[in-house]
């Protein structure tokens, strides 16, 4: 059973507020090694940052002005902690960390979103481009679509198998 947030971390409608340390905890556990061989990077696209290649060797890098983040654009429509990239099984994901100005893939804002190679990624007003080398795929979410229908349909035949060998052998006894 789950239990409910305390009273004072809800908002109106029941909106849900997340302190640092909870989102932290939310994401740390989704997050795997990121595969080695070629870096996984973002690519400056922005005129402030254009060819810059920010590598992303660790399994959680955040994006943001403040100096303790692992990649550092001091741009005032970035805020001090703006998003979190993670390698998660089959691939990276970008979290926007409840920024003022948002977090974009492709041109559509993005609360939790998997990268794919050459996905287009807007931090408040900077662009980047994801780049994920050969070999690697990130899953798209048709793709996370695709694998839970799977697994729900197998799981559907598995129960109805039971149900009927039950069923038979009641009728047997």
């Not at 429509?77 to 990276?92: D, F, K, Q, T, Y």
């Not at 920024?99 to 900077?126: E, Q, W």
């Not at 793709?143 to 149900?163: F, H, I, K, N, P």
Request: proline letters at 6%; a positive charge.
């Amino acid at each position: 059973m789950n239990e409910e947030a305390p009273r004072s971390k809800q908002g109106p409608q029941g909106t849900q507020f997340f302190s640092k340390e909870d989102l932290d905890r939310l994401i740390s556990g989704a997050v795997t090694e990121p595969p080695k061989g070629a870096p996984v990077a973002l690519r400056g696209a922005s005129e402030s940052v254009a060819g810059r290649l920010f590598g992303l060797d660790q399994p959680r890098v955040l994006v943001g002005r403040s100096a303790h983040c692992d990649i550092v654009v001091n741009d005032p429509s970035i805020s001090s902690e703006h998003a979190r990239l993670a390698s998660a099984p089959g691939g990276w994901v970008i979290t926007n960390l409840l920024s003022t100005n948002g977090t974009f893939v492709n041109g559509k804002r993005a609360t939790t979103v998997p990268l794919k190679h050459g996905d287009h990624v807007r931090i408040g007003r900077i662009e980047f481009v994801f780049e994920m080398p050969d070999g690697q795929s990130g899953a798209t979410p048709s793709q996370l679509r695709s694998r839970t229908a799977a697994w729900v349909g197998w799981s559907v035949v598995v129960v109805l198998a039971v149900a009927a060998a039950v069923v038979g052998w009641w009728q047997l006894s």
